[in-house]
């Protein structure tokens, strides 16, 4: 079962940009790894924030973005908020199974 | 869009525990549907997932041959399955396509 990479922690500034990766250990991460990304706040159930590398959930803020950076999938934030801050979790499908990575505590600070 | 997961409890090691989601404001049978699952305090594993057809399903190592995910596109349902179920299975269990339910607990103990 492959295994995917999350930064464990990032600290990004009001109003800054930060990028968050995914990367698997099978080699780099493709358009058909399908990534999505999550966000999870205390207490809360997750939700989609990015979904199929790119795509946005209707309620995704336009300051989200999803990409493929140097054989890894991204996420970026532009012009972070402080609600903004949370677990951030990366999903890549394998063909049929899928694994998650470990999680970003992303700080807004 | 509001996916409603049920089923949940308390049930003892090598039990059997059989959990629903069930889909509104959703074509629920365009879309691969997910069971996924979150020991609280920890991060997210995805369990199992299945076709929009439900002609093929995967499943996560430590499931395979105990769980089984199963869908009912004219119900809008999907189901898991759970027997032989162990004290490690204990999390909350979330059905997620793009949208998420708010999760039902499963606890395995004697």
């Known amino acids: 079962q492959a295994v995917v990479t999350q930064e464990p922690s990032l600290t990004v500034s009001p109003g800054g940009t930060v990028t968050l990766t995914c990367g698997s250990s099978?080699?780099?991460?493709?358009?058909?790894?399908?990534a999505y990304w999550f966000q999870q706040k205390p207490g809360q159930a997750p939700r989609t924030v990015i979904y199929?590398?790119?795509n946005k959930q209707s309620w995704t803020p336009a300051r989200f973005s999803g990409s493929l950076l140097g054989g890894k999938a991204a996420l970026t934030l532009s012009g972070a908020q402080p609600e903004d801050e949370a677990e951030y979790y990366c999903?890549?499908?394998?063909?049929?199974?899928?694994?998650f990575g470990g999680g970003t505590k992303l700080t807004v600070l | 869009v509001q996916l409603v997961e049920s089923g949940g409890g308390l049930v003892q090691p090598g039990g059997s525990l059989r959990l629903s989601c069930e889909a509104s404001?959703?074509?629920?049978?365009?879309?691969?549907m997910n069971w996924v699952r979150q020991v609280p305090g920890k991060g997210l594993e995805w369990v199992a997932d299945?076709?929009?057809?439900?002609?093929?399903?995967f499943y996560v190592d430590s499931v395979k041959g105990r769980f089984t995910i199963s869908r009912d596109n004219a119900k809008k349902s999907l189901y898991l399955q759970m027997n032989s179920l162990r004290v490690e299975d204990t999390a909350v269990y979330y059905c997620?396509?793009?949208?998420w339910g708010q999760g039902s607990l499963v606890t395995v103990s004697s």
């Open positions: 997620v396509s793009t949208y």
């Open positions: 099978t080699g780099a991460v493709t358009s058909g790894h399908y």
């Open positions: 199929d590398t790119t």
């Open positions: 999903l890549l499908s394998y063909s049929g199974p899928r694994v």
């Open positions: 299945i076709r929009p057809d439900g002609s093929e399903q």
């Open positions: 404001d959703f074509t629920f049978s365009y879309y691969w």
